[in-house]
């Protein structure tokens, strides 16, 4: 996964964290690994926040949560983003244009 904090071997806790789940009556959700980086930009484009992939995976199973009804419209949630995303830059690489010399006014930007 690109979610590398999500890549535990041997978690150190798991059955603790398991214990939570089964006595809180709460679940455990895996999320589609094709979404994540799509998530992450997402939320940069419309909140201007970079999420690690690890949230991004929180927010798939959260909208799959609230479509199938394991949450309700009128509930609150908390997502943690214990991450960033310039943590990732290999995963979220991108072409970035090219600037021509002669597209900018050189004069101008130096304020002569």
């Known amino acids: 996964t690109v ?5 535990v071997p041997g ?3 798991d059955f603790m964290v398991l ?3 089964r006595a809180s009556g709460g679940r455990a959700a895996a999320a ?5 980086l799509d998530r992450v ?11 690690c992939p690890e949230a991004a ?14 949450i309700g419209a009128r509930e ?3 997502v943690f983003n214990t991450g960033a995303a310039q ?8 072409e970035l244009p090219l600037l021509r010399k002669d597209a900018v006014d050189w004069d101008l930007v130096r304020g002569r």
């Open 87 to 94: 943590k990732y830059v290999e995963a979220l690489a991108t």
């Open 11 to 13: 978690l150190l806790g």
């Open 76 to 78: 609150r949630v908390v």
């Open 41 to 51: 930009r997402l939320a940069a484009r419309t909140e201007g926040l970079a999420l």
């Open 57 to 70: 995976a929180c927010l798939d199973v959260l909208a799959r949560a609230r479509a199938e009804g394991w």
């Open 32 to 36: 589609d690994e094709a979404r994540l």
């Open 19 to 21: 214990d939570a789940v």
């Open 3 to 7: 979610a590398s904090g999500l890549r």
